[in-house]
């Protein structure tokens, strides 16, 4: 694998990494057009412009032309928009290199936007919103955790909005925030089997003219204070739960350790915290991970359990996570987690796909990156102690957000929370 940066002259940074076994090429464009751009009267206007971007192009001016330029020969084009970007990916055989980068490039560059095809998408995203606020796995995160996390910031919703949002959203408004998108603070990567100067031409071609308006403005987000809680009202008998606690932004020193952590907690079923909750029977599934983003982070477990076992679980949940605060794992639990978080970072390397996500975020979000081997020996390095250092530093009694799909009593659940961290 080699891998090379550089910067074309507009200011996009460009990743190349060559992967001369692969048969396949990936280009995903990171764009500072996350939903904390949305303006503050637009909730929702970063989603759906992902989605009219896709409605059609001058050279592909239906969605179906569009999406044929790669299934034709068995590629994919995708679009996602989270807080802090929007990203856009076609992944191609490796000898229709061009043609992806010239669909990519026709995505951002030259959508129709239509009024007729913003409707169809907006019933679309209606469709979205309709479907993840009743799907109690999606809406704990969406209309619970964002909810508690985010309260008093314009990030307290789903990155969609809602339905009034949608409606109050133009063609126009769409027009301007594609417009206004500060490409120069773009991160291109391109993961596959490619000659490089033939990968800079081609990039350079479809790419090296775009001007940089850079007028859309990214929101003043700021997590609340902390002892944080939002229940979202399901009749459901299991209640879905996602808890966790404020951390850091993406370039922070102590992310290292708390993914160690997370490993630690709930890696697998051998971690603490999982351990625990599947002896008892409390738990099936989950999820232990961080978010990191530009300003701000945090740790968060993500579950469901019976409605009458839900305090039971969230006792649990606080006494593991404090457990580990307070230093209180074997050198065995420790180093169980330990080569489990290099174990699983050398071994999700492998498709384009990993590579770009690795690299591109990493440059996305911090301005710089590291390799896997770079951050394997950062985990080899840290040893127990600092663990429960770091952990100590984030998991306190008031730093505490949980959101909540399903019945349950606020202040009953306040408490349960307060005893128990």
């Known amino acids: 694998m080699q891998q090379e940066i550089i910067s074309l002259t507009n200011g996009l940074k460009v990743i190349l990494i060559n992967l001369p076994e692969s048969l396949a090429c990936m280009a995903s464009l990171y764009l500072p057009a996350g939903y904390k751009y949305d303006p503050i009267d637009k909730p929702g206007l970063a989603h759906i412009s992902e989605h009219v971007m896709l409605a059609g192009t001058q050279k592909y001016p239906t969605s179906k032309d569009l999406d044929a330029a790669t299934t034709r020969f068995g590629g994919l084009q995708t679009a996602f928009t989270w807080i802090d970007y929007q990203l856009h990916t076609v992944r191609i055989p490796k000898d229709k290199f061009e043609n992806g980068i010239d669909v990519l490039q026709q995505t951002i560059r030259y959508p129709l936007l239509k009024n007729v095809e913003l409707q169809k998408e907006k019933q679309s995203v209606i469709e979205e919103i309709n ?31 809602n339905v009034n949002d949608l409606n109050d959203i133009s063609i126009t408004d769409v027009q301007k925030f594609i417009d206004e998108i500060s490409f120069n603070k773009g991160v291109l990567c391109i993961a596959g089997n490619f000659d490089t100067n033939y990968a800079l031409n081609i990039v350079e071609k479809y790419f090296g ?63 603490i915290l999982v351990n625990e909750l599947r002896e008892k029977g409390l738990i099936y599934d989950w999820v232990l991970d961080q978010d990191l983003l530009q300003e701000t982070g945090y740790i968060y477990f993500k579950t469901s359990t019976g409605r009458k076992y839900l305090n039971e679980t969230i006792k649990q949940i606080c006494y593991s ?5 307070k230093g209180k794992f074997s050198k065995e639990e420790f180093e169980i987690a330990q080569s489990q978080t290099i174990g699983e970072l050398l071994l999700n390397m492998e498709t384009t796909a990993d590579y770009n996500g690795w690299y591109g975020e990493q440059e996305f979000l911090s301005g710089k990156s590291y390799t896997p081997q ?42 349960t929370v307060n005893l128990s961290l």
């Open 131 to 161: 479907k993840d606020r009743f799907e109690p796995n999606i809406a704990v995160w969406d209309y619970a955790w964002n909810e508690a996390f985010w309260r008093g910031s314009s990030l307290a919703r789903p990155y969609t909005g």
């Open 321 to 325: 996570f404090k457990r580990v605060a």
């Open 374 to 415: 770079e951050i394997a020996k950062i985990y080899k390095e840290i040893t127990i102690d600092s663990v429960a250092k770091v952990a100590k530093k984030y998991f306190t009694a008031n730093n505490w957000y949980l959101g909540l799909v399903g019945k349950a009593n606020p202040k009953e659940i306040e408490e």
């Open 209 to 271: 003219d775009i001007k940089n308006k850079g007028k859309n403005a990214a929101q003043k987000i700021a997590p609340h204070k902390g002892g944080s809680l939002k229940i979202l009202p399901n009749n459901t008998d299991n209640t879905y739960l996602m808890f966790g606690f404020k951390t850091i932004k993406k370039d922070h020193n102590d992310t290292h350790a708390l993914r160690l952590i997370s490993r630690l907690l709930g890696g697998s079923f051998s971690g």
